[in-house]
C-alpha cells in the first residue's frame, strides 16, 4: 500500500519551535475503519506539563534568589526574596497593634466603673438625696463609656485585619514555586532592581511529563481520553513507557487530516525531558475500560512492537511471499 510522510511542528516549552516531525507511513488510500490491525508509530514530540515564567507583582530590589538555575523547587518553595525590610518593620508594627488588648481593657474598665456609679446615683436620687441633673450626668457617664468601649473592640478587629493585610503585602515580596518543578532559566541576579511585570525565572513541571502528536483521523473513533499507548524516544537508548490519554482535540487540520493528541508519562524519576523526539505505538492502545480496539497486535509485548516499528523498515506490500 503506499504511503506518505506528513511532518508538523510544535512549540516547545520555552516557547521556540522544534524541528518538524514526521507522522510516519500514513496510507493513502480512503475509507478504512477503525482496526488498528495496520497501524503504524506516530512520532511527536515531549513537552512541560506546566511552565511557570515567575516575575514580579510591585517595583523593588531582588534581595536574594533562593534557587539556582538547574535546581529543583517543591510547591510553595520560596524562590526569590525582593527586599522587604520596611515591609518587615509595617509588619510588625500591625502585629504589636493586633495583639494589644490594652485600649480594650482601659474603656472596659472605665465602662464598669460608671455602670456602678450610675447604679449609685440612682439609689441616692430614689432617697431624694441626688438631683434630676445629677442622675442625668451619671446616665450620659455610663453611655458614654459603654460606647467608648465598642469602640475599642470595633478598632482592635480593624488592627487584626490591618496586620493580615500586611503579613499579605509582605508575602508579594516573596516569589514562590506555584508547583513542583525545574528551574530552566534564571534572568536576574541579586542586587538588580525590577520593575512591576518583570520575569525573574522559569519554572517548568516535568512529572509528568506531556507527549504531543498529531494523531490521524482514522483513529479518531478508537482513541478517547484514559487510554493507554506505549511510548519510546527516538533515540532507542530509553526503555519504553506507558502514555496516558489526556487530551483529544476532536478539530481536525484539513491539510493534513490530523488533530492534535497529548498524552502523559509518568517522569518521577526525571529520565525523560521536554523536547525529546519519541513514537507512539498505536498497536498497543488499551482504552480507560480495559477494552482493546479490534485488531490490535496479539503475541506481543510493547517493547517487541515498538522497537519493530522503530528499527526496521516496512515490508512492502507482497514481500512475504518472495
Known amino acids: 500500500m503506499a504511503g506518505v510522510v506528513m511532518a508538523t511542528s510544535f512549540a516547545l516549552a520555552d516557547g521556540s519551535i522544534a524541528p518538524p516531525v514526521a507522522i510516519q507511513n500514513l496510507p493513502l488510500s480512503a475509507g478504512e475503519g477503525t482496526s488498528l490491525s495496520a497501524t503504524t508509530t506516530v512520532s511527536g514530540i515531549t513537552a512541560a506539563h506546566q511552565t511557570a515564567l515567575l516575575a514580579t507583582i510591585e517595583q523593588s530590589r531582588i534581595a536574594q534568589i533562593l534557587v539556582a538555575e538547574g535546581g529543583t523547587a517543591g510547591q510553595d518553595d520560596r524562590l526569590v526574596t525582593l527586599d522587604d525590610s520596611v515591609q518587615r518593620t509595617q509588619v510588625e508594627i500591625a502585629q504589636a497593634r493586633a495583639e494589644s488588648m490594652l485600649e480594650i481593657n482601659r474603656t472596659k474598665a472605665r465602662s464598669e466603673w460608671a455602670e456602678k456609679e450610675l447604679a449609685h446615683v440612682s439609689e441616692l436620687h430614689t432617697k431624694g438625696i ?28 480593624q488592627a487584626v485585619r490591618e496586620y493580615k493585610r500586611q503579613q499579605e503585602m509582605l508575602a508579594r515580596l516573596h516569589i514562590r514555586a506555584p508547583f513542583s518543578g525545574y528551574v530552566t532559566e534564571v534572568l536576574k ?60 482535540n476532536r478539530v481536525v487540520d484539513p491539510g493534513s487530516q490530523t488533530f492534535k493528541v497529548k498524552l502523559t508519562v509518568d517522569n518521577k524519576d526525571a529520565g525523560w525531558a521536554a523536547g525529546m523526539k519519541v513514537v507512539v505505538d498505536f498497536s498497543t492502545l488499551v482504552r480507560a475500560n480495559g477494552e482493546k480496539p479490534s485488531g490490535s497486535a496479539e503475541g506481543s509485548t510493547s517493547v517487541d512492537r515498538v522497537q519493530a516499528r522503530t528499527e526496521a523498515p516496512t515490508a512492502p506490500a507482497g514481500s512475504e511471499d518472495k
Not at 206 to 213: K, S
Not at 217 to 232: H, K, M, W
Open 130 to 157: 441626688a438631683s434630676p441633673k445629677e442622675l442625668r450626668d451619671a446616665q450620659m457617664e455610663a453611655d458614654v463609656a459603654r460606647l467608648d468601649h465598642a469602640i475599642a473592640r470595633f478598632e482592635h478587629e
Open 189 to 248: 541576579q541579586v542586587g538588580e532592581a525590577v520593575d512591576e511585570g518583570e520575569i525573574i525565572l522559569r519554572l517548568v513541571q516535568l512529572d509528568p511529563l506531556d507527549v504531543w502528536i498529531d494523531c490521524p483521523f482514522r483513529f479518531a473513533d478508537a482513541i478517547r481520553t484514559g487510554a493507554s499507548l506505549a511510548v519510546q524516544p527516538l533515540d532507542g537508548r530509553r526503555p519504553v513507557r506507558t502514555g496516558t490519554v489526556f487530551l483529544v
